[in-house]
């Protein structure tokens, strides 16, 4: 089974940027997400990818301000993110998907990178 690392969290003052890498162990042929929960809170989807990249959909929330992208040469995808907020403060997860479209159904899992994003 392919097996996910997540990097690139950090500490980030608002307004500024990061961006989150996933590796993954070998090829992907799954869509792939982003996902992230805050303290307190539901893990929520945050941004989705297919297989090729060429399809892309974002949480209202971070439309705008994220984007997603994938290497399929490189077995990646990253989460540049600009224009933090506080309320961006989260775990974020990559994922495999079992589909692209609703029910955008996790099915592998990375261990999470932080995000802390201060005001």
């Known amino acids: 089974q392919v097996q996910l690392v997540e990097s690139g969290g950090g500490l980030v003052q608002a307004g500024g940027s990061l961006r989150l890498s996933c590796a993954a162990s070998?090829?992907?042929?799954?869509?792939m997400a982003w996902l992230r929960q805050a303290p307190g809170k539901e893990r929520e989807f945050v941004a989705a990818i297919d297989w090729s990249g060429g399809s892309t959909d974002y949480a209202d929330s971070v439309k705008g301000r994220f984007t997603i992208s994938r290497d399929n040469a490189k077995n990646t995808m990253s989460l540049q993110m600009n224009s933090l907020k506080p309320e961006d403060t989260a775990v974020y997860y990559c994922?495999?998907?079992?589909?692209?479209?609703?029910?955008?159904?996790?099915?592998?899992w990375g261990q999470g990178t932080q995000v802390t994003v201060s005001s």
């Open positions: 994922a495999t998907l079992y589909g692209f479209n609703w029910p955008r159904r996790p099915h592998i």
């Open positions: 070998g090829r992907t042929f799954s869509s």
